[in-house]
């Protein structure tokens, strides 16, 4: 018999949200689980929606009964059987409920967005709608050209800002391609906001991935002092 793929943390922070603003388990009719239940199945997320009860009321309200059993102020027990991604985003959002609700709002925000999916977004903290959109914004051709341009005519050169490795040098022109614009702003923040050229980073691919591999993110400035500090 076929199985509902298994939630993912957008999900996740979206039923945690509604949770932590209620601090209870709904009833499946209820108006909130059944928007939930209908902004689930919009989510552009599992090639395939499961079987016919894919995020359904039912299993909004078991979701949110697993984090009533994650909850030391909830009074009763709650539903036991979530599972290590459960525990995860409760462990890093429950305390915060104002971050997760800006999570979640930016998610809703996203959902819409054709935004294609991309390496490494699996396991990010924020989700992978957030994390799509982001990198969309960093890959627009449009935007990194106006970037290096203004760096060029700012800077009179092109190298990265964390590890000082000019590629033109090593490349040639072809070197321009070697590095990549690095978005600053948080996941969760300017979804609706118009991206400036001041939010932006030139940084080779090497130092980019590194800069999206922990949380909180590093600033190039401050990976480019560890750097310094290794040498």
């Known amino acids: ?12 922070i979206l039923a945690l949200d509604l949770y932590l603003r209620e601090r209870r388990v709904l009833e499946e009719t209820d108006e909130q689980v059944v928007e939930l239940s209908g902004l689930l199945n919009e989510l552009p997320i599992h090639a395939q929606r499961g079987v016919g009860n894919f995020r359904s009321p039912d299993a909004v309200v078991m979701k949110l009964a697993n984090f009533r059993a994650l909850d030391p102020q909830s009074p009763s027990a709650g539903l036991a059987s979530g599972g290590r991604l459960d525990r995860e985003v409760w462990a890093s959002l429950a305390e915060d409920p104002d971050q997760t609700a800006r999570l979640a709002s930016a998610i809703r925000a996203a959902r819409a967005t054709a935004a294609p999916a991309t390496e490494d977004e699996d396991g990010v903290p924020e989700g992978r709608l957030l994390f799509r959109l982001h990198r969309a914004r960093e890959r627009d051709p449009a935007l990194a050209a106006k970037q290096k341009a203004e760096v060029r005519r700012r800077v009179g050169r ?7 490795v000019e590629p033109t040098e090593l490349y040639g022109d072809r ?7 690095h978005h600053r702003l948080a996941l969760a923040e300017g979804v609706e906001r118009r991206t400036h050229l001041a939010d932006l980073a030139l940084v080779c691919a090497n130092c ?10 590093l600033s190039p400035e401050s990976l480019r002092d560890q750097l310094r500090c290794r040498r």
């Open 1 to 12: 018999m076929a199985r509902n793929p298994s939630w993912t943390r957008d999900e996740l």
């Open 158 to 164: 092109l190298a990265c800002e964390a590890c000082g």
């Open 175 to 181: 070197g321009r391609a070697v590095l990549e614009c």
């Open 208 to 217: 980019h991935r590194a800069l999206h591999s922990a949380r909180p993110w």
